[in-house]
Structures are given as structure tokens and as C-alpha cells.
């Protein structure tokens, strides 16, 4: 029996003003009366660390929590290139409605418009906050701030700081964070993470947490509750997301009873370095800005083992420039990434693995000089030489796709509250703004959008109808049955006493869902995908190995239980991806293509979000659909050739 | 190649630490020196015995987490590069690898190879940031920051908090660490209301901590993100400022 109802709780009314009109109608919560609430914000990446700090600046007590040993480490720092704003600084022709549309087209028509265009509307405030915070975005000569273009649109919207505005947003709202706690207005916890979600009456009432140094398990009660804990890119286990990023606290949140939609919106990144073995532990990206000079091509011949400058010219394929002569080596990244994969496939794939693709400069050199380029790219090549000992000055890079990003996510209305109340999702770990791919700088927008503006005002709607109720004692029983069910999973994983790592079972769970469930993804695959993924947990689950005490310090305890949820959730993927019978965005089934490859999507029959019920270990889960309805943004065909 | 490893190992903040010896075999070039680790620790748990705990996170050189001392040098042997982006193709066959936790007084050791580094969020709390609560700010292109401010400031500020400049450091000190984010702050016309508070708070609580700067210099050389010295004699300038400045008066330029 279901028990899930989906209200996107969406506005009407002209797009442009249904955020206004919301906000308006939303119930507040008066200055004197926030301090009576407790929230509880679990992450502190660009989503969390704002959030944290936006409602602890509001008066509302919040306790803070991440399993990293300080905020700052969350895996928002390592992203790259920019973040997106409709400033139209650049007198380009931008506005706000421009990036709504790029963002909806460039989603492949599967997210919700009206959380769209309120992204695009924010984004502004966005790049007004982090200045007034001290991000050092790029300047020109003058002093004003400097923008960029990037994949997927034809203004230049990006704000940047070096290669590194990941980190700078990051840093800004860690720091905004730590002022706050300096405060007193928020208690942070530190190498504390989320095991549990605790609902009492189908209402979120707190947290079951452990102390990843005492290994103390331990509950947290809050009024809500916000989950802003990444996306689940490491199912694939080789991704460019960090060792410790995991699905946990969303999956845990599922499994009480929260839908997760889109599992199988996967984005793969087209630039990564390839991996070089067996032992390889993660897959560094290289950025997209690559891809402005730098021509992808693979040798004409099959198995081709000369070195790169002995091919000449005529006997190499420039397959992106072949195939999409209007964007060429800038093709958007699902169909950089798969394209890519075709000629890997046919075994036209370079390197002592044949597993990438060139992106040779010596173009770009020869046209600009090997100053400017080493001036835009420098950085760029040195972390690659470091890595591979090849300068790409002299050898072209080698690259391949990897996972990146994940767009699915816990589902959540316009408000961002997951179907529990009280229980919300914020940045990755929501699946509301970018449909089936996401553009280029787009995530920290979401993210810092969602924590800065979005649930700041959206959470006083549902607060101010808990007025004058204390949060649930953690000596209630819905506390005590959670932390003992923690306790006895500790003691179960440390008591399998098998031969393997976890680390063993989530590379080999990776392989799988990565050749069923990756870049193409087919009937028979998925079908087979849904047979070994069981198999291999249950041998997972009697043959793993945690050594070590369980209180104190244990990595193999911590690895363990996000192991078990990837396997869980790896099954959705495989399950959600045979669903949808279509191609959009990054989901590929080989089964729905033009006669010239391209992905085909279905709108008479898919144009839906696909949230999926939670229904036990094992069984088959509930299908729930939401309708999307394009009202403003018409769908269409994308067409880069 | 095969390596011999004398790895520290400590069961937690109070039991007493020794050396154990390993042996890595089969290491590939290509390896990056946490993976190199990460088939030890393979190997440790195929033999039943506890792996050597150690942290790290994004493995790109930006988060942080890593961080080792690698025959007595913090990062190891290459310069500007933190542990996570050191490949093996920077050892050679036959060698011995001693591996340690960050030595310093300010990071005690929680297990093994890993330290609490909460002293660093501490001197962030007292005064890293710029009071800027979420609102309305004026327009971004409001506030001109003249492009050479803004790169020097972004120089200081790509700083990881790693903690390997106190590490190296033959007084613990954490003078470049502070002083980056002060930099950073205090170079931006955004950063100026609060400037000589700022200073005053975080030196004197990086002072709770912390040791003092002699000036040997070995942070910078061991800074991944090649952080330069200069910012702490920018920072010694404005923390005497700090204490002669009429503060009344910071609108007069």
C-alpha cells in the first residue's frame, strides 16, 4: 500500500512572479519567537554551511553537524570552473528568463519550471552576498568583476575565481558559518555523522548520530530538519566526488519513508583524466575551459599503437568536429561524454589502457603561442603532469568521461521539504533544478541558491504551525528504537568476520552499476544489473571484513555502512533507468536513439519525475509519478549540430 | 618497485605511539602515494590485522584532509603538492618510507596517522570572516576591487588549512596559516570595517595554540598551495596597527 502523495506544492501565476507571491503567502515567524525553534543542518558544503548560517543569523537555534573534521572540508571545494548569475554584466543579452530557459533546455525538459526560473531569479542575490562576504571573484583592470562563458549557453554569466570558486564560496560560507558560531547561534559538531532520520507520526522529530572518533551513537531532536549531504556520484565508485562522499543520510532518510526521484540522472563528466589501473582510487577532472582550445581526436585506425605525433593529420578522427560541426569540441557534456564512449567502444581508444580520448593543444599553441595558452591552461596542465608525468605542452592529454554529478536526488516540493515533514533536502541531495543534466556552474548556484535564499524563508512557513511545541524529547521511544537499531548494525558489520574489504565490495558493486548503469544503459544490461547487484550484496553481507573497535576510530566501520546504502541504491539506479523508457540528458538507453545517435526522449510518456517509495530491503519499490507541465518553455528537440 | 614502510601507529590520543614496519610490493609509478597506502591497508585486512588509519578526502589536492609527514618532510618531497596528488614515480625501488602524523603540539594525534586540527577553525572563529549577514547587500559591482588587491588576496586565500605549515615548523607556529586568511580579508575593501579587530582577535588566539615565528621559513617551502611568507609580515604590520590605530577614526582613510 502506498502511502506517498506528491504535492509540488508549485505557485501559479506568471512565472516571474510566483517566488514574490509565494513568499507573501507563506506564514512568518515573528523575530521574538524564532530562538524557540531548533533546526538541525546536516552537511556543511556551499548548501548546508549557508543554510546553517543564514538561519542562525534569523534567530533560529540550529545545531550543525558533518562527518568532516572541519566544514570546510565538504566536497563543494573541489568544484572548478564558476558559478552562473543573470548579472548581464557583459550588456551580452542575458536575464533572467534567458538562464531559466538555458537551464530548462539544458535539463532536457525534466525539471520543474517554476523551481527553475526562482534559481535563476536568486542567482543575482547570490553573487551580491559572496562579494559583500569577500569571495575574491576575478576582476578586470577597473575593479569590476570579470565573467566567463561556459558549456551550454551563448552569454558570458560565469563568475570565477581562478580554478578554484568552489573553494572561495565555500570558504565564504564556512566563514560566515564559524562567525555565527563564535556567536553562540549555532553548535557545531564536527566528525559527527548521520545515521539515522527519526520520524514519530510520519513527522521528522531528529537524528540518530555517531561520533566518528568515540564512536558514540547518540539522538538529536530539532523542529526540522535539513538534509544538504551531496549527491551519490560513488556508486560508480571511480567518480570525481570525493573518497568520503556518500548517499547515506539521503538513503537512510528513504528508507523512513522520503522518495528518492530520477536515481538514474547521472551526469558524466567528458574531461576527466582516465583511470591508469586497478588500484585507482578516484578519477580527477580536468575542467571543461579545456575544452575552448583544445581539439578532441582519436587515431582513424583501430588499435593504433603509434605515438601521438607519429599520426598524421589525415589518419586522425576529430569525431566531435565530424559529427557536430556547429559546436564542435564544444558539444554539451552528455554528448561530449558519449560520444567519447563510441570510439573507446570501437577500439579506436588511446593510452596503455586504450581508455581515452586525445585533447591535443598543439593547435591552439601553434595559433596563440605556448605562452597564452600555458597562461589560460597552466594550472590545468600542472595538476595533469603531476598525476600522469606527460606535459600536455608537448603530448596531447589523454581524457575520458567520468561521474561527476548526480541530478536525481531525495524528492522535495517548491518549498524543498521532502514528503516527510519537517524534513528537508537542500543542493545535490535534491533532484528539484536540473532535470536530466546540468549545465556547467550551475551546482554552486543551486546549492548556495537553496541555502541562502530558498529555505531561509521557506522553513518559517512550516515552523510557525509548531509554535509553542517543544521539539520531541530524545527520551522518547522513536529515538531509543533508532539509536538501537544503529547500535545493532555496529555490532552486526564488526561480527561478519569475513575475508574482503568494504573497499573490495564497493569497487566491484562500482563496476557493475557503472557497465549497466553508466554512459548507455540497455534492457538486457539493467535486467542483468538487477540480478548480480542483489547477488553480490548478499555475499557482501556475509563475507566483509571490519577490523577495530567500534568505539573509537574506524574506517572500516564508517566505509562499511555507506557501502551497504550504494547497494541499495544502485539497484534504484538500475531500476529507475529500465523504467524510463526514453533518453534524456544524461540517461542514454541504447534502445531510444536517432538513426544518428542521439538520445530520443519520449514526452508524450515520460515527461514525468519518477519518485520511487521505499518498500523493504529487496523488494520492489513504489513508482510515484509527478507530472511536469511546460507551461513557458516549450519543449524541443536539443539539437548542437 | 617494493618499499619498505615505517609507519607511526598510535591507538588514540592518550596510548603511546611506536613504529611499525610493512612492506609495499608490486607499487606502481602511477600509484599516488595514498593509493600506495590504500594496498597496504588491503593487504592488513586480508591478514586480519587492523589497517593503519589515515585521513583524506577529495585526493585533488583542494580539501585539505590528507596530510603526512613523508621522511620527515610534510607533503613529502614535491614541491607545492599535498600528499593526495604525490605519485610513487617519486620513490625508488628499495627505499624506506618513514611515515608520520602532522608533529605539532597544537594537532594531537586521534589514531594513528590522524590529528585533530580544530585549532585552525578556532582562530577562523575568532575573527575569519567579514560580517556580511544574508540579505540585501548592495549590487556586487558596487564595491571596485582593484585587480592586482583582488589577485593578491585570492593568492592568500587559496589557502587549504591543511595544516602542514605548522607541521613544518620547528616551532609549531601558525603564522602563515593566520596570516593567509587575514591577508585575504584585510587586502579587500570589503575587509576594511573590520580590520584591525580582526587581526587583533586571530593573532591572539592563533598565540593560544600555537608557537611563535622565528622565521626559519620552512612553511612556505612546505605549503601545497605555495603560500608565501610575505603575508606574515604583512600580518605583524597590522597586528601592531592593530594596537595603535584610532579606531574611531577608520573612516578617514
Not at chain 1, 563496476?511 to 542483489?534: F, Q, S
Not at chain 2, 614496519?21 to 608490486?26: R, V
Not at chain 2, 588587491?149 to 596559516?177: H, S
Request: hydrophobic share 35%; aromatic share 8%; proline share 4%.
Amino acid at each position: 500500500m502506498s502511502t506517498i502523495t506528491l504535492d509540488s506544492k508549485v505557485p501559479s501565476g506568471p512565472i516571474e512572479e510566483r517566488w514574490d507571491n509565494h513568499r507573501f503567502t507563506m506564514k512568518l515567524v515573528n523575530p521574538a519567537n524564532k530562538r524557540k525553534f531548533t533546526v538541525l543542518v546536516v552537511g556543511t558544503g556551499l548548501a548546508g554551511a549557508s543554510a546553517a548560517a543564514t538561519l542562525a543569523e534569523l534567530g533560529y537555534q540550529v545545531k550543525c553537524f558533518t562527518f568532516h573534521d572541519s566544514p570546510r572540508r565538504a566536497h563543494s571545494i573541489a568544484a572548478q570552473g564558476g558559478i552562473n548569475a543573470a548579472k548581464n554584466y557583459k550588456n551580452d543579452g542575458d536575464s533572467i528568463y534567458r538562464l531559466f530557459y538555458d537551464t530548462v533546455k539544458g535539463g532536457d525538459f525534466r525539471a520543474r519550471e517554476s523551481n527553475v526560473y526562482r534559481l535563476a531569479q536568486v542567482s543575482v542575490n547570490i553573487i551580491d552576498q559572496c562579494v559583500a562576504q569577500g569571495v575574491p571573484f576575478a576582476r578586470e583592470y577597473g575593479g569590476l568583476l570579470d565573467n566567463r562563458s561556459f558549456g551550454g549557453a551563448q552569454v558570458s554569466r560565469t563568475f570565477y575565481a581562478r580554478g578554484q570558486t568552489g573553494q572561495q564560496l565555500l570558504l565564504g560560507a564556512y566563514q560566515a558559518l564559524m562567525q555565527q558560531v563564535s556567536l553562540g547561534r549555532v553548535e557545531l559538531h564536527t566528525k559527527t555523522e548521520l545515521l539515522d532520520v527519526v520520524t514519530k507520526d510520519g513527522v521528522c522529530v531528529g537524528i540518530v548520530t555517531r561520533d566518528l572518533v568515540s564512536g558514540e551513537v547518540r539522538s538529536w531532536s530539532g523542529h526540522a530538519t535539513l538534509l544538504a549531504t551531496g549527491g551519490y556520484g560513488n556508486a560508480f565508485y571511480l567518480s570525481t566526488n570525493a573518497m568520503n562522499c556518500n548517499v547515506t543520510a539521503a538513503w537512510r532518510a528513504h528508507k523512513k519513508g522520503a522518495a528518492f526521484a530520477n536515481p538514474c540522472y547521472t551526469q558524466i563528466h567528458p574531461t576527466c583524466i582516465p583511470a591508469s589501473d586497478e588500484f585507482q582510487s578516484k578519477l580527477t577532472l580536468m575542467s571543461e575551459s579545456l575544452r575552448n582550445d583544445g581539439r578532441i581526436w582519436v587515431p582513424k585506425k583501430h588499435d593504433d599503437n603509434r605515438a601521438p605525433d607519429q599520426i598524421p593529420e589525415d589518419e586522425r578522427d576529430y569525431y566531435l568536429e565530424r559529427r557536430y560541426p556547429s559546436f564542435g569540441n564544444l558539444a554539451p557534456r552528455d554528448i561530449a561524454s558519449r560520444a567519447a564512449k563510441v570510439v573507446v567502444d570501437e577500439g579506436r581508444g588511446v593510452g596503455p589502457l586504450k581508455n581515452g580520448v586525445y585533447l591535443d593543444f598543439s593547435d591552439a599553441i601553434g595559433r596563440l603561442g605556448q605562452n597564452v595558452v600555458f597562461e589560460r591552461y597552466g594550472n590545468l596542465f600542472d595538476m595533469y603532469e603531476r598525476i600522469t608525468d606527460e606535459d600536455p605542452m608537448k603530448v596531447p592529454m589523454r581524457i575520458y568521461p567520468a561521474s561527476h554529478y548526480t541530478m536525481g536526488g531525495l524528492w522535495v516540493d517548491y518549498n524543498l521539504m521532502t514528503n516527510i515533514p519537517g524534513l528537508y533536502a537542500l543542493g545535490e541531495a535534491n533532484f528539484s533544478d536540473h532535470g536530466a543534466n546540468r549545465l556547467g556552474a550551475s551546482a554552486l548556484m543551486q546549492g548556495l541558491a537553496d541555502g541562502y535564499f530558498v529555505v531561509p524563508y521557506t522553513i518559517g512557513d512550516y515552523l510557525a504551525g509548531l509554535l509553542g511545541q517543544a521539539p520531541v524529547s530524545t527520551d522518547d521511544p522513536a529515538f531509543a528504537q533508532a539509536e538501537q537499531g544503529i547500535r545493532d548494525e555496529v555490532k552486526r558489520w564488526i561480527s561478519v568476520g569475513g575475508t574482503k574489504s568494504p573497499e573490495h565490495y564497493h569497487r566491484e558493486l562500482g563496476k557493475l552499476v557503472w557497465e549497466y548503469c553508466g554512459m548507455a544503459r540497455e534492457r538486457n544490461g539493467l535486467e542483468k544489473a538487477l540480478t548480480e547487484i542483489p547477488a553480490l550484496r548478499e555475499e557482501f553481507e556475509k563475507n566483509v571484513r571490519v577490523l577495530g573497535d567500534p568505539d573509537g576510530v574506524n574506517q572500516s566501520l564508517e566505509k562499511v555502512g555507506r557501502v551497504a546504502d550504494f547497494f541499495e541504491l544502485g539497484e534504484l539506479m538500475c531500476r529507475d533507468a529500465l523504467m524510463r523508457e526514453e533518453s534524456c540528458g544524461g540517461h542514454f538507453r541504447v534502445e531510444h536513439q536517432t538513426e544518428e545517435g542521439e538520445a530520443q526522449r519520449d514526452d508524450e510518456n515520460f515527461s514525468f519525475v519518477g519518485a520511487w517509495e521505499y518498500t523493504g530491503k529487496g523488494n520492489v519499490p513504489n513508482l510515484h509519478r509527478e507530472p511536469l507541465v511546460f507551461e513557458f518553455v516549450k519543449p524541443t528537440v536539443r539539437s548542437y549540430k | 618497485m617494493n618499499l619498505t614502510l615505517k609507519v607511526w601507529r598510535q591507538e588514540g590520543p592518550d596510548a603511546a605511539g611506536r613504529f611499525e614496519t610493512y612492506q609495499a610490493n608490486d607499487v606502481k609509478d602511477e600509484m599516488s602515494f595514498l593509493e600506495m597506502l590504500d594496498n597496504v591497508n588491503e593487504a592488513l585486512i586480508e591478514d586480519g590485522r587492523e589497517p593503519i588509519t589515515f585521513d583524506s578526502d577529495c585526493r585533488e589536492g583542494i580539501c585539505g584532509t590528507c596530510g603526512l609527514m613523508i621522511n620527515g618532510q610534510a607533503h613529502g618531497p614535491q614541491k607545492g603538492t599535498a600528499t593526495c596528488q604525490l605519485h610513487m614515480r617519486k620513490f625508488t625501488d628499495g627505499e624506506t618510507i618513514v611515515i608520520e602524523p602532522w608533529r605539532a603540539a597544537a594537532f594531537p594525534v586521534q589514531k594513528d596517522l590522524m590529528v585533530d586540527r580544530s585549532a585552525l577553525d578556532a582562530i577562523i572563529e575568532a575573527g575569519g570572516y567579514i560580517s556580511a549577514d544574508t540579505g540585501a547587500p548592495r549590487d556586487a559591482n558596487e564595491i571596485l576591487v582593484p585587480k592586482p588587491a583582488a589577485d593578491t588576496a585570492m593568492d592568500a586565500a587559496a589557502c587549504i588549512g591543511c595544516g602542514a605549515c605548522v607541521a613544518a615548523c620547528p616551532n609549531g607556529a601558525g603564522q602563515l596559516f593566520t596570516s593567509a586568511k587575514l591577508a585575504h580579508l584585510n587586502l579587500l575593501p570589503q575587509g576594511q570595517a573590520e580590520r584591525w579587530k580582526r587581526t587583533e582577535d586571530m593573532v591572539e588566539t592563533m598565540e593560544l595554540f600555537f608557537g611563535s615565528c622565528t622565521n626559519y621559513g620552512e612553511c612556505q617551502e612546505a605549503c601545497p598551495k605555495e603560500i608565501p611568507i610575505d603575508f606574515i609580515a604583512l600580518m605583524n604590520r597590522d597586528y601592531l596597527k592593530s594596537k595603535i590605530k584610532n579606531r574611531k577614526l577608520i573612516g578617514q582613510g
